[in-house]
């Protein structure tokens, strides 16, 4: 009932303040198909737990940016700090998408796409209209976001 809540007033939120970033695109076409190890993390250690929140069904409370943020967190929860939400946005701002950008490599859990530069996101992203401006957050520890809740590979 409290996550209820808690994702309540953020939706409220973000609504309220025009900041709600909706899905681009729901059918990813593209993904890395080389290793990557960042400081000890593998893409086979990553790589399940994105899956598990990729599969989550997208939703006015499980979007773009709670499911971005819940990866983050997993992230953050293995010993690495660096991690930072991207956003990018249409030019008229009624339109964006958040994923994750961790050591140079995008991470979005909603359409699916997976390790990919940050360069090559951006321009992919583009076709969709979203050539606005971009984002670049840090991420910050966030205890309301509870992984069990979501995924079973805590």
């Keep these: 009932m409290k996550k209820i809540i808690i994702l309540s007033i953020l939706i409220l939120f973000f609504l309220g303040n025009g900041l709600f970033i ?3 695109d729901s059918n990813p076409t593209q993904s890395i198909t080389k290793p990557i190890t960042v400081k000890g993390i593998t893409k086979s ?4 737990i ?3 929140i990729k599969n989550i069904p997208y939703s006015n409370t499980l979007n773009c940016k709670n499911k971005s943020e819940i990866f983050a967190e997993y992230i953050y929860k293995q010993g690495y ?4 939400l991207l956003q990018v946005w ?6 964006g998408h ?4 961790f050591n140079g490599y995008i991470y979005d859990p909603t359409c699916g796409y997976y390790g990919i530069q940050k360069s090559a996101y951006l321009k992919m992203v583009n076709h969709y209209g979203l050539n606005g401006a971009v984002f670049t957050i840090d991420y910050k520890h966030n205890e309301s ?10």
């Design 22 to 24: 909706s899905q681009v």
């Design 45 to 48: 250690k990553l790589y399940p």
């Design 50 to 52: 994105f899956k598990e």
């Design 81 to 84: 700090h660096n991690v930072k």
């Design 90 to 95: 249409n030019k008229n701002y009624s339109k």
């Design 98 to 101: 958040q994923v994750v950008l």
């Design 145 to 154: 976001i509870k992984l069990e809740s979501f995924i079973s590979h805590t």
